[in-house]
């Protein structure tokens, strides 16, 4: 017998009521708790979603915020990473002789530096930009990830899920790609500066290396396994246009 979509509701809402419960109490392994398993289910369903997408927020956020210490709130992380830009900038602007830097080596080394700089600072705020175009909302930047660690930006989960599954993958993949593009930026301005062959040659690397990365690692667990996934989503949701156009029947009384 299929179960009534309000029973469905109900049933998902007590289960998160005891998950949250449980983080409440200081049990933040939200995979053992069957969390994402339910969330995978809401997801799904547009009605489910605005029915429950707050209460996943706050559980979300509250076991992100009891697991992890080195956070700061998102304007800081995104200055310090506006900083980081501008650090790249700089080293740019020294490749080119600025600041009365004369020798080759140093040109070089401030121009790869300028690309490495780059392939961190992009990374969190391209996030930022593309989800509050789609209207997803933060709520800490962080350091973790696989060693080292770098920043990380965390979602506002219940805004995240109200976005649309196509906009969810292209906010995931907006990062995977500022990253891969920086070093190739600053590899875009050795030919008119003075910095040497090897530092043009290092940017390549760099570049090749963040690609074969992500080829390697991101697809089983980062951004490009994320975008993936949303992607997949929104095929399933997509409407079935290949059978027959349904006709609306005609208002009572016309022929």
């Known amino acids: 017998m299929e179960v009534p979509a309000s029973a469905a509701s109900g049933a998902l809402g007590d289960a998160l009521d005891g998950i949250e419960q449980a983080v409440a109490q200081g049990n933040t392994d939200l995979r053992a708790l069957g ?3 339910l969330v995978a289910r809401v997801k799904r369903d547009r009605v489910l979603i605005e029915e429950h997408a707050d209460q996943i927020g706050r559980i979300d956020t509250a076991a992100f915020r009891a697991g992890v210490r080195l956070r700061v709130p998102v ?11 501008v650090v790249g900038a700089l080293g740019v602007a020294i490749a080119y002789g600025a600041f009365g830097v004369d020798a080759s080596w140093a040109r070089g ?11 961190v ?19 800490d930047y962080f350091l973790g990830g696989p060693p080292p660690p770098r920043p990380g930006l965390k979602t506002d989960y219940a805004t995240y899920l109200r976005a649309d599954p196509d906009s969810r993958a292209w906010f995931h993949a907006s990062g995977a790609i ?16 003075g910095a040497p062959w090897w530092s043009a040659a290092v940017l390549i690397v760099i570049g090749v290396v963040t690609i074969l990365t992500d080829i ?11 975008f993936l ?12 246009l290949t059978g027959p156009v349904p006709v609306a029947p005609p208002p009572a009384g016309d022929a």
């Open 109 to 119: 080394l401030a121009l790869v530096a300028a690309g490495a700089v780059w392939t």
């Open 178 to 193: 500022v990253t891969k593009v920086a070093p190739f930026l600053a590899l875009a301005f050795w030919p008119g500066s």
């Open 35 to 37: 969390f994402w398993r």
């Open 121 to 139: 600072a992009f990374h969190g705020p391209a996030h930022w930009l593309v989800g509050r175009a789609i209207d997803i909302r933060f709520t």
């Open 229 to 240: 996934r949303e992607k997949a989503l929104a095929r399933s949701m997509e409407p079935d």
């Open 216 to 226: 390697r690692f991101s697809v089983k667990t980062g951004d490009w396994k994320k």
């Open 75 to 85: 304007w800081v992380g995104n200055l310090l990473l506006v900083i980081g830009v």
